[in-house]
T-cell receptor, first 114, second 115 residues
Framework: DQQVKQNSPSLSVQEGRISILNCDYTNSMFDYFLWYKKYPAEGPTFLISISSIKDKNEDGRFTVFLNKSAKHLSLHIVPSQPGDSAVYFCAASVIGGSNYQLIWGAGTKLIIKP | ETGVTQSPTHLIKTRGQQVTLRCSSQSGHNTVSWYQQALGQGPQFIFQYYREEENGRGNFPPRFSGLQFPNYSSELNVNALELDDSALYLC??????????????FGEGSRLTVL
């Protein structure tokens, strides 16, 4: 049972335009969400996060939106740059449990076209 | 530079064998977790260690075991390898505590192929 779903395996966007990556979750207990970025032959690197008490968090070109009623979050990248080409993972967790376990989506491969 | 290193980067084993994967965390990172990433999927939580004690396990059988050492290194051991164990194994460390470790810093992973 996939608790975190990224339904688009890949996304192609023109350089300079906005990239929107989507993520849906089923577990209403999740209260912290993160986006990680992964280049080939490297481990994932943290990009941006959002707590369930917020509906938006911005960091430079990256903004994450959370819609709790729809159990949906999205990552906006604007403007998109060639270096943004990577696989993006959405992950979720429950803070305050006995340990810190991230539940991950399958990832979306973002391709930025020049 | 995350400061988390894993070894080996690639290895091939045959079914039934045992494997040990190693991870070296940054100094001061008391929490380490291990993830399995099969091809085309997201990472799956195997277990977490905090100050050398396992304090959480995902849906993996007991033949997956681990150790964390005082020098911020850790190991993942897998016994009786099966073909489905072929995957990328990721180690992640964090300076925080067991329930709120903060940002996870990942190594580049160890790619295991079981034939």
């Amino acid at each position: 049972d996939q608790q975190v779903k990224q339904n688009s395996p890949s996304l192609s966007v023109q350089e300079g335009r906005i990239s929107i990556l989507n993520c849906d979750y089923t577990n209403s207990m999740f209260d912290y969400f993160l986006w990680y970025k992964k280049y080939p032959a490297e481990g994932p690197t943290f990009l941006i996060s959002i707590s369930s008490i917020k509906d938006k968090n911005e960091d430079g070109r990256f903004t994450v939106f959370l819609n709790k009623s729809a159990k949906h979050l999205s990552l906006h990248i604007v403007p998109s740059q060639p270096g943004d080409s990577a696989v993006y993972f959405c992950a979720a967790s429950v803070i305050g449990g006995s340990n810190y376990q991230l539940i991950w989506g399958a990832g979306t491969k973002l391709i930025i076209k020049p | 530079e995350t400061g988390v290193t894993q070894s080996p980067t690639h290895l091939i084993k045959t079914r039934g064998q045992q494997v040990t994967l190693r991870c070296s965390s940054q100094s001061g990172h008391n929490t380490v977790s291990w993830y399995q990433q099969a091809l085309g999927q997201g990472p799956q939580f195997i277990f977490q260690y905090y100050r050398e004690e396992e304090n959480g396990r995902g849906n993996f059988p007991p033949r997956f075991s681990g150790l964390q050492f005082p020098n911020y290194s850790s190991e993942l051991n897998v016994n009786a390898l099966e073909l489905d164990d072929s995957a990328l194994y990721l180690c992640a460390s964090s300076p925080g505590d067991r329930v709120d470790p903060g940002e996870l810093f990942f190594g580049e992973g160890s790619r295991l192929t079981v034939l």
